[in-house]
């Protein structure tokens, strides 16, 4: 079983940045590559960055790619996603998710979510 705990959400101006953060529980950590979604509002979630359980792979959606970087720290047990350059259109609930595969469509735990507003 794995806990995930999000942080770092906010109310923000078009071009500024965030970090948001998610800290799991457990031991396992390491064994797990780590997603963050989204979810607007009226929209359904989607897809923003992976990582692999130990750092080496990352990949990212379209719309975030060189704006955005996943990052990891085990010794922490947390996943990071740097965001930069935001806009309005990156307003949404960041939800944290852990999978045993790094390329597994179908997540085997989420966290609650933590809100990025973005004004114009």
């Known amino acids: 079983q794995v806990q995930l705990v999000e942080s770092g959400g906010g109310l923000v101006q078009t071009g500024d940045s965030l970090r948001l953060s998610c800290a799991a529980s457990?031991?396992?950590?390491?064994?797990?590559?780590m997603g963050w979604f989204r979810q607007a509002p009226g929209k359904e979630r989607e897809f923003v960055a992976r990582?692999?359980?130990?750092?080496?792979?990352?990949y990212y959606a379209d719309s975030v790619k060189g704006r955005f970087t996943i990052s990891r720290d085990n010794a922490k047990n947390t996943v990071y996603l740097q965001m930069n350059n935001l806009k309005p259109e990156d307003t949404a609930v960041y939800y944290c998710?852990?999978?045993?595969?790094?390329?597994?469509?179908?997540?085997?735990?989420w966290g609650q979510g933590t809100q990025v507003t973005v004004s114009s």
């Open positions: 998710a852990a999978v045993r595969r790094f390329t597994s469509p179908v997540y085997d735990y």
């Open positions: 990582i692999s359980n130990l750092g080496f792979s990352t």
């Open positions: 457990g031991r396992t950590f390491s064994s797990y590559a």
